[in-house]
């Protein structure tokens, strides 16, 4: 045990040396020595003393050459008295009772470090600490042994099935090349279900962009300038340990960190999208009465779209993640197995938000959770805009935005929520219940999504119309959406200062700040996608964000499990700046992309393809 490095600068833990410690496996005096590497929290303010090693004394009375005794253990008593000389040269001469007394501090008694320490396998940290202070309190986090990780049957289940995708992706994948490269056969003409899992057919599909004159072109950049945004501040939330914690905790609140702090604001810009593209592709092809009839498919379609990769990081959390890697930081990747194992159920039926909260098994999936309620719940409305008539259409929309607000923000005002969980004036436990009964609720963040819809039914009244903005309007629109914007980002700022104490704005911001980002978003797709975007369009549009795009949905759930699977395997707390943290994020997007690419290939575009398959043969019996 060491005092923590730069401990002036708020780093309060000490990691030792973890598989140094695991590596231990020796053999002394056909005795064999294992490691066990354990983290301690020790309160700063106490009083403690050290053993008196003057009772060490007591075995120079002892004469090896004299007695009776086996040859190991004679040499065992030289080393101790050995031992027991370099003890009292290291503490100095004179080996009293040496107390240690801290002055008392005010909070002090609320502060306290980690400190790891090594002992042998059988022994335990209490038998260990007792053998060298007195009345010393610690708490023991956690222990670690090597390979601490048993077999369980979400191995087995992972194996399993990874194996039999890996036999139909090499079967169908030869095929698939053998008919339509070797043979240069139409492929049209194999079956579906042949082609399904080739490699060779899927990242083809992939890659390949035909262009569509119907389809939104900006809504690519828009969907992946957004996810990156998630990413960059997962990556700086998810960084457990700092050496120089006093200065990350001064950055995060000044203005230079607004663009971290106000990047959970983003999510609603994926609540908005998706509530514009539900009225825009629906308005499209049925009626109102259609739309009931085949309401059935309408939610069919929802779920199955999402399951396969959820299903997929759901059995690798709760396995391959793991088991691959390891560190002294593990415990959060642990936890989230843990969680994979005992809440996968609540996760894949789309209800974490409410059952497991705040233990999820894949902590983005609250997203899902939400969005798939409001995907349930939204007919509610669709209804009223497919009947045809546009003041019902309308009506019906503005009235479900105005009593989801006014629900809103009742139940703010009955609640007592902050106005974030991120700044220093609320404390832990208001922030949890900020998180588990504001932030992942579905009323509280269903308005972008009705905000969406009326975006989407705008966008479908002028599908194929030719919409006139004069240009002093347009420059108006442009400009007021990004104060919007803009004033959104900034607003975040006072909430998080310690000072900040203000329940009627935070009633107002919690009610009203997230749909008038989602209406300020919704005018920049609209104006692009209508052609008054000008270079803002240009460049959503680009095609550099088509491959992403089509990814970023396995992108989305597989990101934070990979940072915390990386950030698990750290050993030693890092250096906080902005700068190392942003080379940390190009690192954690290039593995992303790449484990987003493969499970789109291997598991998601096969799953959309038969999916798609046995749909349309059940249209059209």
């Not at 339509?180 to 390949?208: A, E, M, W």
């Not at 436990?429 to 975006?455: C, K």
């Amino acid at each position: 045990m060491r005092v923590p490095k730069n401990i002036l600068l708020g780093n309060n833990i000490d990691l030792g040396s973890y598989h140094e410690c695991l590596g231990i496996h020796e053999s002394v005096r056909k005795v064999l020595i294992e490691g066990k590497y354990c983290m301690l929290k020790i309160p700063l303010y106490q009083n403690f003393s050290l053993i008196h090693l003057k009772n060490l004394d007591a075995f120079s009375t002892l004469d090896a050459e004299n007695l009776h005794l086996y040859e190991e253990v004679a040499e065992r008593l030289k080393e101790l008295d050995a031992l027991k000389s370099q003890y009292i040269n290291i503490l100095g001469g004179d080996l009293g009772d040496h107390v240690r007394t801290v002055p008392h501090i005010p909070y002090l008694d609320r502060l306290s470090i980690r400190l790891a320490v090594c002992i042998p396998k059988p022994c335990s940290t209490k038998l260990f600490l007792q053998t060298i202070v007195r009345k010393f309190k610690y708490t023991e986090q956690f222990c670690r042994l090597k390979d601490d990780k048993p077999w369980s049957t979400a191995d087995t289940i992972a194996v399993v099935v990874f194996v039999i995708i890996g036999l139909l992706t090499v079967m169908s994948t030869s095929v698939d090349v053998w008919y339509t490269v070797i043979l240069k056969g139409d492929p049209k003409n194999v079956n579906i279900v042949y082609r399904s899992f080739s490699v060779y057919n899927n990242t083809r599909r992939l890659v390949k962009y035909t262009p569509n004159p119907n389809a939104i072109e900006c809504l690519d950049g828009v969907r992946v300038l957004a996810m990156l945004w998630v990413i960059i501040g997962h990556s700086f939330i998810t960084q457990s340990y700092f050496y120089n914690n006093l200065d990350l905790l001064h950055w995060l609140t000044s203005p230079q960190a607004l663009w971290i702090q106000a990047a959970p604001i983003t999510v609603d810009t994926f609540f908005m999208l998706s509530g514009l593209l539900i009225v825009f592709t629906t308005a499209e092809k049925f009626t109102s009465v259609t739309f009931l009839k085949n309401l059935h498919l309408f939610y069919l379609n929802r779920l199955l779209r999402m399951f396969p990769i959820l299903a997929t990081v759901v059995l690798l959390e709760a396995s391959f993640f793991h088991r691959w890697l390891d560190g002294p930081m593990w415990n959060m990747v642990a936890l989230n197995t843990e969680h994979c194992r005992t809440y996968w159920w609540t996760t894949l039926l789309y209800i974490q938000n409410y059952i497991s909260a705040p233990n999820f098994c894949i902590s983005p999936s609250w997203y899902l959770a939400v969005d798939v309620q409001l995907h349930m719940l939204s007919p509610l409305a669709l209804v009223g805009v497919l009947t045809g008539a546009r003041r019902v259409a309308w009506a019906t929309l503005a009235t479900t935005l105005v009593g989801v607000l006014t629900a809103a923000g009742l139940y703010c005002f009955h609640m007592g929520f902050t106005a974030s969980f991120t700044g220093l004036g609320p404390s832990i436990d208001e922030r949890i219940y900020y998180f588990v009964n504001y932030y992942i609720n579905t009323l509280t963040r269903a308005s972008p999504f009705i905000v969406g819809m009326m975006y989407g039914y705008l966008l479908h009244l002028y599908r194929r119309r030719r919409l006139f903005i004069s240009h002093m309007l347009n420059t108006f629109l442009w400009v007021f959406s990004l104060a919007i914007l803009g004033f959104v980002a900034y607003a975040v700022l006072p909430t998080l200062q310690a000072s900040w104490n203000n329940r009627v704005l935070d009633i107002l911001y919690n009610t009203l700040l997230r749909p008038m980002w989602a209406a300020a978003m919704g005018w920049i797709i609209f104006a692009c996608a209508k052609g008054y975007g000008g270079p803002v369009n240009w460049f959503l549009s680009l095609r550099v964000w088509k491959l992403p795009s089509r990814i970023s949905y396995a992108m989305y759930l597989f990101h934070f499990s990979l940072i915390l699977t990386m950030n698990g395997t750290r050993t030693e707390p890092i250096w906080f700046s902005p700068l190392n943290i942003i080379f940390l994020f190009f690192a954690y997007v290039s593995i992303t992309f790449i484990v987003a690419f493969i499970a789109t290939v291997l598991i998601d575009s096969p799953a959309m393809m038969l999916i798609k398959s046995s749909m349309e043969k059940g249209n059209r019996r």
